[in-house]
């Protein structure tokens, strides 16, 4: 029986069929550029999602507390401070919270650092992300009295 010449492969064709090393190196020094070129600039706009984040996050306690301080006649005070969003203090008789489902922590897994009355806002609150590096004081301190 005759095989059809549309079926035969010719010993040529047999021995292209596989990437030679060669090539290999090559997409894998083509992928290392570009991964050189790339995630630097991906790993610096995570950075600043973190901070947008954190302004989102100030922004959504801000409107929390006005909305307490709108019940209340003032905003949080004492030790408690943000937990009064959450739950309800003794002393409190127009509160119709919670104001938040949960207190967030900032995106670096630090507290919000919350003070009544604020030295920033002498006749509001002070509301602060302490940033990347967790220390409070510091340039990269993201508050409601400075937004970026």
Do not use: C
Not at 64 to 87: H, I, Q, R, S, T
Not at 97 to 121: A, F, Q
Not at 125 to 136: A, F, Q
Request: aromatic share 8%; charged share 20%; net charge neutral.
């Amino acid at each position: 029986m005759k095989i059809p010449i549309a079926n035969r492969q010719s010993p040529i064709a047999n021995s292209r069929r596989a990437f030679t090393l060669v090539e290999m190196l090559l997409v894998v020094t083509i992928i290392g550029i570009l991964a050189a070129l790339v995630v630097p600039k991906i790993m610096g706009r995570s950075e600043q999602a973190r901070i947008t984040a954190a302004h989102a996050d100030i922004s959504g306690i801000k409107t929390a507390l006005d909305a307490f301080e709108v019940d209340n006649g003032y905003y949080p005070k004492g030790n408690n401070g943000l937990g009064d969003l959450v739950a309800a203090p003794r002393d409190v008789k127009n509160w119709h919270g919670p104001y938040l489902d949960k207190i967030p922590s900032d995106p670096w897994g630090n507290n919000y650092i919350y003070s009544y009355p604020g030295k920033h806002n002498a006749s509001s609150y002070d509301l602060l992300s302490v940033g990347p590096d967790g220390k409070e004081g510091t340039e990269d301190d993201i508050g409601n009295w400075a937004t970026k």
